[in-house]
């Protein structure tokens, strides 16, 4: 069942953005689609006997999580802006590593963290081993703010959260 609503969403998408209706096209998406939910299985449905209705509260959670995502992304490149543009640049960017132990339960909980922290500006995940994150971040505002609210938030949307 879960292969086929996701081949389903994977479709609808791979229809709304190519806007070709032909047949090359459409059974070029068909393939691709199934061909990506194959390969993504294991990834999406590593606990085969949570419901279907909570993956789809999971999946709404995901999309207000990537609004959120957003609007961080575009807040840390204004930070990123005004440490380039500061007169005096080498006062106010201090790079550092920050090491930090997550949570985080599920490895594609993990993954959507890490990809997360490198997706914002000023910051790039080096490294995952097991529990720890190494992050590489461009100033002492940027390194006082990993993970911060954003592993709270990756943790609601995969509901391993007391409040999800």
Not at 82 to 111: M, Q
Not at 117 to 134: A, C, K, Q, W
Request: aromatic share 10%; hydrophobic share 50%; net charge neutral.
């Amino acid at each position: 069942m879960y292969f086929v609503v996701m081949f389903c969403a994977l479709m609808g998408l791979w229809t709304l953005f190519s806007g070709r209706f032909d047949a090359m096209h459409l059974g070029m998406g068909v393939i691709s689609c199934a061909l990506v939910t194959a390969m993504s299985r294991p990834l999406w449905f590593e606990q085969p006997t949570v419901p279907l209705v909570e993956r789809l509260r999971m999946a709404c959670r995901f999309v207000h999580y990537c609004v959120w995502l957003t609007v961080e992304i575009v807040r840390a490149n204004m930070h990123v802006l005004a440490l380039a543009l500061h007169p005096k640049p080498r006062d106010v960017i201090n790079p550092e590593i920050v090491r930090f132990e997550t949570t985080l339960k599920s490895d594609f909980a993990r993954v959507v963290l890490a990809n997360s922290i490198t997706l914002t500006p000023g910051t790039v995940t080096i490294r995952i081993h097991e529990d720890t994150f190494i992050v590489h971040a461009i100033s002492d505002k940027v390194a006082a703010g990993v993970p911060g609210e954003m592993e709270a938030r990756v943790a609601k949307v995969f509901g391993e959260t007391d409040d999800a």
